[in-house]
């Protein structure tokens, strides 16, 4: 069951809103509990017991940290449970990989494969886990309470509203509203808004372009005009897939008295590769800063020492991103040799780059690493990269011509118009001001919504992009 689905909004969202909104107050968090594991089990009975297990292990951690006699004990009991976390996220995302990696290298000598069942993701897992992680840091820092109930603490943890491909939400930021909230209509209102808008961002730009892009990552040798038709359509798709699942979450959240931090920041429009992870993906970003770069020195120990950091964070964020392929390691690493030359660039007094040319350079580079992020292994990346650089024809194929529809044209310009809309935003807002810009604000997401529920039901429900991480 996803949010774009049919199961979900004509069967799992209004029975949920009816039975929360007629509770206790005090009974709220329970609600919120029951109905997420739920929604959970609908995906797989099996996997809720992992979840429940990992839930119960978070809350306990932070009971026994909080009240672990010295900052000694308390800094062991913290490595205690991080390692049980990590252990089983690295079991779930990573043994595979690790297995197919050591057949290849007895393949090269004639002996194996190793006898193996292949081991099943668990959706929403590495979220749940870093999720998990900060809460732990939190409470042994001290920054935070550790929960005492955990009906509330399982509420945080497993609200279905982020709990499949976040936003990564820090205890932090809910703890109030998760002691006392109130639902009222403007914020009702206001949170359905957003759900309707994310619901068209997913649907009419993203999932219109998937079968496009599906098709060209899947070619042999793609032409020069395949390749970048596709990675563009991928760039859009992966921003409006995921930024459309966040704006879903956080609108929901604001449904039931939630105030979730905005995750994406018009990425497209960055002007470095700096500039690109202060806007995408905010809570990863923030949580890496914060839980990982910052641990390992930051920037406090020297020029070298912050390259060593930016480079070994930013691996371990592509690792983070998918276990079936060294592919996201390797996009991982790209993007910190790329903040490290940026960052060696500014402090060696190299002249600045035109603004113009580093918008351009920013999104390009982005773009040729989503080539590696979406590639299926590393001979497909390649396969793309030479299409790119023009190594094989350069018109569209036929396999491309014969796909193609008006409809992909005109999710794409959306797409690009959504993009670009803040450097107009000024002549927007005039326009918006007016009583008839007020009723098409009010109105176009509600229609964009009903399309997108006719498209559902035309097509069928599309899977989040980042349900796979």
Not at 146 to 161: E, L, N
């Amino acid at each position: 069951m996803v949010f774009a689905s049919l199961e979900f909004l004509t069967l799992f969202l209004p029975a949920f809103l009816a039975i929360y909104v007629v509770s206790p107050a005090r009974w709220r968090n329970g609600v919120l509990l029951f109905c997420s594991w739920f929604f959970y089990a609908w995906w797989s009975p099996v996997f809720l017991l992992l979840f429940i297990a990992l839930t119960f292990c978070g809350w306990l951690g932070g009971v026994v940290i909080d009240r672990a006699p010295s900052p000694r004990a308390r800094g062991a009991w913290l490595a205690v449970f991080i390692a049980v976390n990590v252990a089983i996220l690295c079991w779930y995302k990573y043994a595979n990989i690790v297995v197919d990696s050591l057949d290849n290298v007895l393949a090269a000598g004639h002996a194996g494969p190793i006898p193996w069942q292949h081991v099943v993701l668990p959706i929403g897992l590495s979220f749940i886990v870093l999720q998990s992680v900060s809460y732990l840091i939190d409470v042994q820092r001290g920054t935070v309470p550790a929960d005492r109930s955990v009906i509330r603490y399982g509420a945080y943890q497993g609200m279905f509203v982020h709990l499949i491909a976040g936003p990564i939400i820090r205890y932090a930021w809910v703890k109030r509203e998760l002691v006392s909230r109130t639902v009222d209509w403007d914020a009702f209102a206001a949170g359905a808004r957003r759900l309707m808008v994310g619901m068209s961002m997913k649907v009419l730009v993203a999932d219109t372009l998937s079968p496009i892009v599906d098709a060209v990552f899947a070619m042999h040798a793609p032409t020069f005009a395949d390749a970048w038709l596709g990675g563009g359509f991928y760039t859009l798709q992966l921003f409006f897939d995921f930024a459309g699942y966040s704006a879903m979450a956080i609108g929901l959240g604001q449904m039931l008295g939630f105030r979730f931090p905005e995750n994406f920041d018009h990425p497209y429009l960055a002007s470095s590769i700096q500039d690109f992870w202060r806007r995408w993906h905010l809570s990863l970003s923030s949580w890496i800063r914060d839980y990982l770069y910052i641990p390992l020195g930051g920037n406090r120990d020297g020029e070298w020492q912050t390259c060593r950091n930016l480079l070994l964070t930013m691996a371990i964020a592509g690792l983070w991103h998918g276990g079936d392929s060294w592919n996201f390691l390797l996009w991982g690493i790209a993007h910190g040799v790329a903040l490290t030359v940026a960052r060696l660039w500014r402090r060696a007094g190299m002249a600045a780059v035109p603004l113009w040319l580093s918008h351009v350079l920013t999104i390009l580079f982005v773009m040729l690493a989503w080539t590696l992020f979406r590639a299926v292994g590393f001979r497909a990346a390649l396969a793309m990269y030479r299409g790119q650089f023009g190594l094989n024809a350069m018109g569209l194929s036929d396999a491309t011509l014969v796909l193609l529809r008006p409809v992909h044209a005109l999710a794409a310009a959306l797409g690009i118009v959504c993009v670009l809309l803040p450097i107009w935003q000024s002549r927007w807002d005039r326009v918006a001001d007016t009583a008839q810009g007020r009723l098409w604000q009010a109105v176009w997401p509600l229609a964009g919504f009903l399309l997108s529920f006719g498209l559902i039901v035309a097509r069928g429900a599309v899977p989040f992009l980042y349900f796979q991480f």
